[in-house]
């Protein structure tokens, strides 16, 4: 019997046959969930990967999607926290804090609701703190405790308030405080998540 098959009867021999995948192949870092994206010419090899990832419930979708052209498909966030409590930890530090962020926030939807402070608040206290620092968003999410969709939402009212700008560096987006301002109770406006 080959690996593939195998892996198809055997959860816990998929799951370490895919954590080191997620962890090099994976776009993965500054993202909800991890997605493998490929070439057309690795479909057979999508189609195997994504076979594994169904039979063990690791993903929503019933087959793989396209984008531009090419296969991708993503882990759903209980999937990925199984892979990983079976197979974890990653090498990489910073994939590993990325991991426990994923796991904090798994079945919680959006920012911080209710009585906790803003999304909004939480990342302008952060950039307050340290008024110099341009930062990119998987730093934000790991200093607040956030998933990117929450923290890219809170960014874009913030620059549109001009609290914030963003600049371009290289492929990397970055923000940070137009000007040292004091820090508001709340924002006009603002709504929490």
């Known amino acids: 019997m080959g ?5 198809l009867k055997d959860k816990a021999l998929a799951a370490k046959l895919m954590l080191p995948l997620i962890e090099f192949e994976f776009g993965f870092l500054g993202d909800d969930k991890p997605t493998l ?3 057309r010419d690795n479909i057979e090899q999508m189609r195997r990967l994504f076979a594994i990832c169904r039979r063990h419930g690791w993903t929503t979708r019933q087959s793989i999607s396209f984008k531009r052209g090419n296969p991708y498909f993503r882990l759903s966030t209980k999937g990925f926290l199984e892979i990983h409590g079976i197979a974890g930890p990653f090498a990489d530090p910073r994939k590993e804090a990325w991991a426990k962020l994923m796991g904090e926030r798994a079945g919680k ?11 909004q608040n939480r990342i302008l206290s952060l950039m307050i703190k340290y008024p110099r620092r341009n930062w990119n968003v ?8 956030i998933l990117p969709s929450s923290v890219r939402e809170a960014l874009r009212r913030l620059e549109k308030s001009g609290r914030l ?21 709340t924002l006009p406006g603002a709504t929490a998540g």
């Open 165 to 185: 700008k963003r600049m371009r560096k290289g492929k990397s987006t970055l923000y940070s405080l137009r000007t040292p301002q004091p820090f508001p109770e």
């Open 138 to 145: 998987e730093e934000i999410c790991l200093e607040v405790r």
């Open 109 to 119: 939807i959006g920012g911080f609701k209710g009585h906790e402070v803003p999304t």
């Open 3 to 7: 690996v593939y098959q195998e892996c």
């Open 37 to 39: 994206v490929q070439s």
